[in-house]
């Protein structure tokens, strides 16, 4: 079954750190680039971070450079994104994603409040 799962969502305190997971199956996790998008409630989804297929290029949206690390491991089918000093803005379901798949996960939901 070709699908993604995220996990690591949760409730942090502004100023904490989470670390999302997306784990891949059913395709060769390794040909694709990835994607992490969120959507906050009530707005439209947002793109967050991507990466290549190696892990050598990343990208990120203005509203997380600095604080937010996309990663990977191609060996365990996986991407990462590490989240850094969270502030309540960012709280939203975050979604990883295969673009060229138009594959997406089902969601994890981190929330930032004190």
């Known amino acids: 079954q070709v699908q993604l799962v995220e996990s690591g969502g949760g409730l942090v305190q502004p100023g904490g750190s989470l670390r999302l997971s997306c784990v891949g199956s059913?395709?060769?996790?390794?040909?694709?680039?990835m994607t992490w998008y969120r959507q906050a409630p009530g707005k439209v989804p947002e793109w967050v971070s991507s990466i290549n297929t190696d892990g050598g290029s990343t990208y990120y949206a203005n509203s997380v450079k600095g604080r937010f690390t996309i990663s990977r491991d191609n060996a365990k089918n996986t991407v990462f994104l590490q989240m850094n000093s969270l502030k309540p803005e960012d709280t939203a379901l975050y979604y990883c994603?295969?673009?060229?798949?138009?594959?997406w996960g089902q969601g994890t939901l981190v929330t930032v409040s004190s």
């Open positions: 059913g395709f060769t996790f390794s040909n694709y680039a």
């Open positions: 994603a295969s673009p060229h798949l138009d594959l």
